[in-house]
Structures are given as C-alpha cells and as structure tokens.
C-alpha cells in the first residue's frame, strides 16, 4: 500500500478499532490463475494482559463456505501469505470546499479514506468445536448491541450442525498491519476547516469523516 508519512497511522489500538468497526474485510490469496478475493467477515483476537499468547500484532477467525474453493488454493500453499482489506469511513472531497480554490484556482478533487491493511499466514480450521465457537462469537459481536440479541442455541441444534458442515474456518496469524488516514491532514488549515463544513452541510452520513477531519487535521473536534 502506498503510504506518504503523513497518512500513516501505526497507533495498535486505532488499527484494530478499524477492524472491529468495519470487520467485513477482502480476503485476498494468490491462486494458480491469479489472485482470488472474497468479502468476508473477521473476529480480532488481540494482545491483551489477559492472553498474551496471542500473535504481537493480533490473530484473525473468520469462515468460508466449504463449496468456495478459495480455502483449498489457501490450503495448499499454506506458507503463502494472504492480504486482507478492511475499509473505514470514506468520502468525495470537491475542490470548492477549499479556501485555496477561492485565493489561486489550484486545485483538483481527491477522497478521503480510512483503511487498514493485514498480511499473514493461514490455517484453515475443520474442527466442529472451532467452528461453533466462530459462528457464536461472530454473531454475538453483532448481535450484543441489539435490545433482544438473537444467539446461535435459538436456532435447533440439529439445524445449526448440519450448517456447521457446510463452512471452513480461517486462523490468521497477523504478520503486517498497516494503516493509512487520507482525511485531508496534508490541506492547509483554512481548507481542512472548509472540507469540514462542506461534509455536514451538504454529505449526509458523513459524521465519521467530519470527525477525523477535524481530529487528525487539528481542528479540535472529535
């Protein structure tokens, strides 16, 4: 990924934020007929004083159906990396935002983005027990935020095995994890403030960005 210095963002906890905000990630692998990429959803197991077993950059789950043939090419070069791509918050930024466009004219569209990128190997994981515990805590990930969380034992457990038998699971060891904030920090101050206002009032769903606009460009906003 190509990261100017002033767009990096190396902070653990901001990278796995990232990650647990936007868990539906690209999974990425080389195959014998060239890359091959599925969107999937991913658990962050991370580092923490309570297990510190863990990898030091953290540990990925996820699963695959098991007719995707993705997991058998992983399978079989099981010393080759994959890339996965989580996207953050992202939007169009027009020139007209910028003071800059006002005083010379020179100026041109970009976007604005939040991104992380992982490298790592993978094991692929055929155990039942693995598995349950996946789909339990992927689901309660998601569903703890809920007033009434639907749980994986609502469903009959005889259904839930036989769906079970259909997915793989993935265990990815994160060797690489980098970040990159394109959030308009490298505009001068008066184009930063102008970028900003330009998202409230006139970018619906733009709370995010209008937040890391103001906090990485020192805006004094959170």
Same mark, same amino acid.
């Given at each position: ?11 653990p ?15 990425i ?24 077993s863990?990898?030091?950059?953290g540990?990925l ?8 043939p *993705?997991w ?15 996207q953050?918050?992202?939007? #169009?930024?027009t020139?007209?935002?910028?003071? /800059?466009?006002?005083e ?5 569209? /970009?976007?604005?983005?939040?991104i992380? *990128?992982?490298?790592? /190997? ?9 598995l ?5 805590d992927?689901?309660?990930?998601q ?18 095995q ?5 997915i793989?699971?993935?265990e990815?060891?994160i ?9 308009? *920090? ?28 103001k906090s #990485? ?6």
């Amino acid at each position: 990924m190509y990261e100017p210095p002033q767009f990096q963002e190396t902070r653990p906890d901001v990278l796995h934020g990232l990650i647990r905000a936007h868990p539906l990630g690209m999974l990425i692998s080389n195959g014998p007929e060239g890359p091959v990429a599925n969107a999937i959803p991913f658990l962050l197991d991370a580092p923490s004083g309570l297990n510190e077993s863990l990898p030091p950059n953290g540990r990925l789950r996820a699963h695959l159906a098991r007719a995707n043939p *993705q997991w058998r090419l992983i399978a079989d070069n099981p010393a080759s990396p994959v890339l996965i791509v989580f996207q953050g918050t992202d939007a #169009y930024v027009t020139p007209s935002w910028y003071e /800059t466009k006002r005083e010379t004219g020179k100026v041109v569209p /970009t976007w604005n983005y939040a991104i992380v *990128q992982v490298r790592g /190997t993978v094991k692929v994981m055929d155990d039942q027990d693995w598995l349950a515990r996946q789909i339990a805590d992927l689901t309660a990930s998601q569903e703890g935020v809920r007033e009434a969380p639907w749980a994986v034992t609502d469903a009959p457990a005889p259904f839930i095995q036989s769906q079970i038998k259909g997915i793989i699971g993935l265990e990815i060891e994160i060797g690489e994890i980098h970040g990159k904030w394109k959030v308009s *920090q490298n505009r001068p101050v008066a184009d930063r403030v102008g970028v900003a206002h330009g998202l409230e009032s006139e970018v619906a769903d733009s709370s995010d960005m209008v937040r890391l606009v103001k906090s #990485y460009g020192g805006l004094g906003g959170n």
